[in-house]
T-cell receptor
Framework: KQEVTQIPAALSVPEGENLVLNCSFTDSAIYNLQWFRQDPGKGLTSLLL?????REQTSGRLNASLDKSSGRSTLYIAASQPGDSATYLCAVSDLSGAGSYQLTFGKGTKLSVIP | DGGITQSPKYLFRKEGQNVTLSCEQN?????MYWYRQDPGQGLRLIYYSQIVNDFQKGDIAEGYSVSREKKESFPLTVTSAQKNPTAFYLC???????????FGPGTRLLVL
């Protein structure tokens, strides 16, 4: 059974710093990996999706990398801003026994960017 | 605006009561999902449906039931058999081919 781990559980940085969030997964036979953002009491917003054949994806100040063979992904946030404060969730998609793709989520990293 | 709506935002359940959480989408997505989120935990899949009138159990289906009579709607009933229902419930949808799931704003269920 797929397990997804995110380190650290919480992170506090001063505004303007570059930072890296880590995600690891136990079964490398994934279809894709996604990073989501969740604000307190809200739903999830998809940030980046990396297909299993890709190595990285970029969107603005965000860059996500994927090393499928080692079961690792990182989310790099450049020049952090207070508005980046949120919980960041990593999820991997793989085939379930029923033949459909399902997401397995990590517990998230809670990021606080201090002005 | 296209999107997913969930109602109510907050729901209170009394002992022994069944309650139903609403999820509606106008994205023309075939697949819909229900997740449960507990503090400090990742999302766990309760039920999912890939087509009208068909649905499958996820990892924690016990104490929950669903229906999928319309493509746009996927209501979740939390039955009295669910002994620890306090949680944040999230609904999501996707196309079958596009794996990105789009999430609703969530319903917080509390027990009186």
């Amino acid at each position: 059974k797929q397990e997804v781990t995110q380190i650290p559980a919480a992170l506090s940085v001063p505004e303007g710093e570059n930072l890296v969030l880590n995600c690891s997964f136990t079964d490398s036979a994934i279809y894709n990996l996604q990073w989501f953002r969740q604000d307190p009491g809200k739903g999830l917003t998809s940030l980046l999706l990396i297909q299993s054949s890709q190595r990285e994806q970029t969107s603005g100040r965000l860059n996500a990398s994927l090393d499928k063979s080692s079961g690792r992904s990182t989310l790099y946030i450049a020049a952090s801003q207070p508005g980046d404060s949120a919980t960041y969730l990593c999820a991997v998609s793989d085939l379930s026994g029923a033949g459909s793709y399902q997401l397995t989520f990590g517990k998230g990293t809670k990021l606080s960017v201090i002005p | 605006d296209g999107g997913i709506t969930q109602s109510p935002k907050y729901l209170f359940r009394k002992e022994g009561q069944n309650v139903t959480l609403s999820c509606e989408q106008n994205l023309n997505h075939d697949a819909m999902y229900w997740y449960r989120q507990d503090p400090g935990q990742g999302l766990r899949l309760i039920y999912y449906s890939q087509i009208v009138n068909d649905f499958q159990k996820g990892d924690i289906a016990e104490g929950y039931s669903v229906s999928r009579e319309k493509k746009e709607s996927f209501p979740l009933t939390v039955t009295s058999a669910q002994k620890n229902p306090t949680a944040f419930y999230l609904c999501a949808s996707s196309t079958i081919l596009e794996e990105t799931q789009y999430f609703g704003p969530g319903t917080r269920l509390l027990v009186l």
